[in-house]
Structures are given as structure tokens and as C-alpha cells.
């Protein structure tokens, strides 16, 4: 058996063949030696797949299907309000988490050192009444933006089929968008957080069967104190920023693959 | 990089047109490799059908792309780079100024500490809510029985919180029970009327839950709450109809052509 390579793809013959640029020559050889080391062609062959999956639309668009030309519709402008409850979200996200960095969760003392943490926040750290007005009204409007959004679904029709599920992600992300802003609402411990905090459990407790429960888990309790705002804490921050921001991820993702519901 | 001279192009598949995802695997199918033909043979019950319905969704959507001519048009959209990408970003821009403008303008206010001892007048909680804290506070309406000597079936917190649930999974519910293709109001007088009618009893509603500051007696709160999205429901039909004949004609005479109303 001899020593010397035996090279059935002789690859360095095959490039000195061909009349390639230095770019080429460099891209080429680097090519080959990672993958005769990696075999990366095979992951190639994987992104390209994935590639004209992410772009797969449907088939025909229902302009298309019918063969209508008229393309615009008066309508359209309102076609941009999800992507506003999106961007109004990443505002929300993006001041709350430096909101974090100030707030601390706790019902000790009087007042609470949650209501001193937010006063501490208005009137000492630098922009932070800034900070604080941008991300109430970031959420507010949010809210706005997906109430409409909801109605423009409504009136163009867009959620019948095939976007049904859609729809029923879009009812639950605009209820967990509300205990979103419930949450929200009850961290400055204030009078209004806490009688809205209060109304909240009596609800809980109104419900049967579940109620109790639910008002334990939620509330940590029938009365509000540290345990109820250390909930409302980790509720809003910590679960449902990661829950909303999957959910939006999986509407936007299925408009993506289903496509934007077209007028006649 | 025009030479060619290597490429060897081998078929693999026995040259029907490759619906089957077995091009797809990382290792060249060679004959030991099964294609979801195979696959489906080999399988039963379940996976089979599974088999047969991926390859028969497979086929469909390759015919159609095959007969769309969807990606040869001539304009296809504006490109992404610059047109999209500018003008998103441009409308992006403007809204996210908008937002610090208004924030910048009308900061929010800090109330009393919470006071566990002392109920204030008026509890709310964001405008969002109101719509929920209406429906709460519609007690008024719950029923009396007369074989219960006049007291309640349910409470008056359970009587609300079942409103919500109603509300909320009648809304949630509408896919299953408007169907079709009507995209547009005018096509649908009667969907439309509900839509518009639901809209302002949201908030109609959430006037209800600020009750104790709109200075009318609180039966007439609500009758105005009820009644007028009915009335503004009506309005909306009467006028669609009315527009119908003439809009739906000048709208798509090919859409009807191509599929009658049923
Ligand atoms: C967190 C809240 C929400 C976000 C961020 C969001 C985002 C979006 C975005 C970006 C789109 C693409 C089309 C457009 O912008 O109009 C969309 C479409 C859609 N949304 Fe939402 N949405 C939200 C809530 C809702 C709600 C409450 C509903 C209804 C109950 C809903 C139902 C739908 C449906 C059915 C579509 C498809 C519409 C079409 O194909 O024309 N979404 N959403």
C-alpha cells in the first residue's frame, strides 16, 4: 500500500483548472480546508434548506387566487397597528428593564419601601421620572394599539380561516397583556395599587371552586401584603415578559407563514 | 466561477418530481435511503395516514406554486433594501418620538402610599380595565328569584365575573361562528353591525365602572349602556344595506364572477 494520498477529488487540480480570481481562489481553499475538516458542506445544505423554509409563503395569495388587480385597499394603513403594539412593547420592555435596576419589591415599613423606591425614582435618579412616564405610557399605548389592532381583524375579516388560532393567540395575548398592566399597576403599592389590588382578590374569591386557589396563588393570600407584591414582582417581571414575548414571537411567526389576509 | 466542467448531476429520486423531502436529509439518498414513499409503505394505522397526507400536501402546494405565477411577475414588491428598510424605519422612528413626546408631556403622578384603613372614593384601574371593572359592577342586573324569596342565585361578585367569561369567550368564539370568505363590512351588514355595536358597548360599559361620577341615575346608566350599542348596531346595518347595492357594484365586478355570493 503506497503512502502517498490516494485522492479521488483531487480538489487543488480542480481549482488550478479553473481560471479563478484571487477572491475566488482564497474563498475556495478556505472552503475546502474547513470542510474537509468539519464537513460543513453538510450544514450548508441545512441553512439553505431552513432558508427557502423561513420564505415559504402560501402558494398563491387570494389577489392571485382571483385574479384581482386591484391591489390597494383604503384600509391598509391599519395593517401597520400589530407591528405598533410590537414596537410599543419593545419600548415597554426596554425602560422597564432600566425601571429594574431601581425597584425593589417589598411592603416593609410605612410607606412601603416599594412606594419609597418609585418616589426615589421620580425624584432622584437622573431621567427617572422620565424613565417611570415613558413606560406607563408605553404600555397604555400598547393597549391602545392592540385594541385596534383587534378591531381592524374584526372588520377585514382576517380572522376566518385559515387564521382561527390566530385569533384565539391574539384573545389570549391581549388578556395576558392586561395582567401585564394589572401587575404593573400594583408595584408602586399606592392607594390606587392597593384598592385595585383588593377588588382583584375579592374577584379571585368570587369565583367558585377554583377561587381560593386562586387567589393563593396569585395573591399569596385572602389579605394584600409582602407576599402579594412579591407575586404581582415576579408575575411582572420575570414570568410574563418571557410568556408575551414567546406568544408575540408565535403570532408574528404564524402571519409570516400564513401570510397577511387579503381584501378583494 | 462559469465552469462547469465537474458537475455531475445525478437523479436520485427515479425522476419524480421530488415532493417527498428525501433531497432534504443530510446524506445523499442513495438506494438504502427510504423516501417518504417507502416510509409510508413500511409504516401503519397512524404514521401511514401521516405518511400519505405530508406527501399529498407536498404535491398540492408544489402544483400550485407550479401553476402561480407568483414569483415570475413582473414587480413582485418594492425591494427590501432601501425602500422597505427607510420607510419601516422612518414610521418606526416617528412612533417611538411619539411616544416619548406624550411621556415628556403628561408624566404620571404618584399617589398616597397605600392605606389599607382608609377606602378611597373612587377605585380604579387603568382605562384598559374599565370595559372588565364595567361588567363587575353590573349587580343591578343580577336577578332576583321569586321562589327564593326574592335573594340571589349567585352573588353579585360571581354574577360579574361571569360576564366576563361571557364576554370574553363570545369574542374568543367568533372564527367558529363567522365563516366564509366576506372579507368586507359591506359584504357582511349583519357582522358589522355586531362589531360596531360591540365596540361602543366597550365602552359604554366602562362608563359603568366610573358610574359614581356621571352625575344620571344609575338605571339610566345602564340602559343607555345596553341600548345604545343596539341602536348604533342598527344604524350600522341600516346604512351598509343602503350603501350595499351601490358600493358592491362599482367594488370588484370580476369577485363575483369569479365567486357568486351563496
Ligand atoms: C400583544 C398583542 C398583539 C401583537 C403584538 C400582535 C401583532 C400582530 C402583527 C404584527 C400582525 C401582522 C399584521 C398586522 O400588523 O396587522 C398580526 C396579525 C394578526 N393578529 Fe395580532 N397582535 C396582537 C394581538 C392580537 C389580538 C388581540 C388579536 C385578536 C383577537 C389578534 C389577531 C390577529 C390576527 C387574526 C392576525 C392576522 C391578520 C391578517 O392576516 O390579516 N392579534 N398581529
Known amino acids: 500500500m503506497s503512502l502517498e494520498k490516494q485522492d479521488d477529488f483531487d480538489h487543488r487540480t480542480w481549482l488550478k483548472r479553473k481560471d479563478l480570481t484571487p477572491i475566488e481562489t482564497v474563498f475556495l481553499t478556505a472552503l475546502i480546508y474547513i470542510d474537509k475538516r468539519l464537513r460543513i458542506v453538510d450544514y450548508l445544505e441545512l441553512l439553505e434548506d431552513a432558508y427557502y423554509k423561513v420564505n415559504l409563503q402560501m402558494p398563491k395569495s387570494h389577489t392571485e387566487q382571483y385574479d384581482l388587480d386591484n391591489k390597494f385597499w383604503y384600509w391598509y394603513p391599519l395593517y401597520s397597528l400589530g407591528f405598533f403594539s410590537v414596537l410599543a412593547y ?77 385569533w384565539l393567540l391574539g384573545i389570549i395575548l391581549i388578556s395576558l397583556s392586561m395582567v401585564f398592566g394589572y401587575t404593573g399597576y400594583l408595584l408602586p403599592w399606592n392607594q390606587l395599587a392597593f384598592w385595585a389590588g383588593q377588588i382583584g382578590v375579592e374577584m379571585a374569591l368570587a369565583t367558585p371552586i377554583v377561587g381560593e386557589w386562586g387567589a393563593q396563588l396569585l395573591f399569596g393570600g385572602f389579605t394584600l401584603g409582602q407576599a402579594t407584591l412579591v407575586r404581582m414582582y415576579i408575575l411582572h417581571v420575570f414570568i410574563l415578559p418571557f410568556v408575551v414575548t414567546a406568544l408575540i414571537a408565535l403570532h408574528v411567526g404564524i402571519v409570516w407563514v400564513q401570510g397577511i389576509a387579503e381584501p378583494h | 466561477m462559469s465552469d462547469t466542467d465537474d458537475t455531475n448531476e445525478t437523479r436520485t429520486d427515479g425522476g419524480e418530481p421530488a415532493t417527498d423531502g428525501g433531497e432534504t436529509g443530510i446524506v445523499a439518498p442513495d438506494d438504502e435511503t427510504p423516501t417518504w414513499q417507502e416510509r409510508k409503505t413500511r409504516k401503519s394505522g397512524l404514521s401511514q395516514l401521516t405518511y400519505e397526507y405530508f406527501e399529498r400536501a407536498r404535491r398540492e402546494d408544489q402544483e400550485l406554486r407550479e401553476e402561480s405565477d407568483y414569483v415570475e411577475r413582473d414587480v413582485l414588491g418594492f425591494p427590501t433594501w432601501p425602500h422597505e428598510i427607510i420607510r419601516n424605519g422612518a414610521i418606526s422612528l416617528f412612533f417611538v418620538g411619539m411616544i416619548l413626546l406624550i411621556s415628556a408631556a403628561l408624566p404620571p403622578s404618584l399617589e398616597l402610599p397605600a392605606n389599607p384603613s382608609s377606602t378611597p372614593s373612587i377605585i380604579l384601574p387603568d382605562w384598559y380595565l374599565y370595559w372588565s371593572f364595567g361588567l363587575l359592577k353590573l349587580n343591578p342586573l343580577n336577578p332576583g328569584l321569586a321562589v327564593l324569596d326574592g335573594s340571589k342565585l349567585i352573588s353579585d361578585q360571581l354574577y360579574g365575573v361571569l360576564a366576563n367569561v361571557v364576554v370574553v369567550g363570545a369574542v374568543a368564539f367568533l372564527p367558529f361562528l363567522n365563516k366564509g370568505s366576506a372579507r368586507r363590512p359591506v359584504e357582511q351588514p349583519f357582522w358589522a353591525a355586531i362589531g360596531a355595536g360591540g365596540a361602543f358597548f366597550a365602552i359604554t360599559i366602562a362608563a359603568i365602572a366610573v358610574q359614581n361620577l356621571i352625575p344620571l341615575p344609575l338605571a339610566l346608566q345602564l340602559n343607555i349602556a345596553f341600548i345604545g350599542p343596539v341602536v348604533l348596531g342598527v344604524m350600522t346595518y341600516a346604512l351598509l344595506k343602503t350603501l350595499r347595492e351601490g358600493y358592491m357594484y362599482g367594488l370588484n365586478r370580476r369577485y363575483y364572477m369569479l365567486r357568486p355570493p351563496k
Open chain 1, 90 to 166: 419593545i419600548v415597554a420592555a426596554v425602560s422597564g428593564a432600566l425601571l429594574g435596576f431601581y425597584y425593589s419589591p417589598s411592603a416593609a415599613g410605612d410607606p412601603t419601601v416599594a412606594y419609597q423606591s418609585v418616589k426615589m425614582i421620580m425624584q432622584d435618579v437622573q431621567f427617572g421620572y422620565a424613565l417611570r412616564s415613558i413606560h406607563r405610557w408605553a404600555a397604555q399605548i400598547m393597549m391602545a394599539a392592540v385594541f385596534l389592532h383587534m378591531l381592524r381583524v374584526y372588520f377585514t375579516g382576517s380572522y376566518k380561516e385559515p387564521r382561527e388560532l390566530n
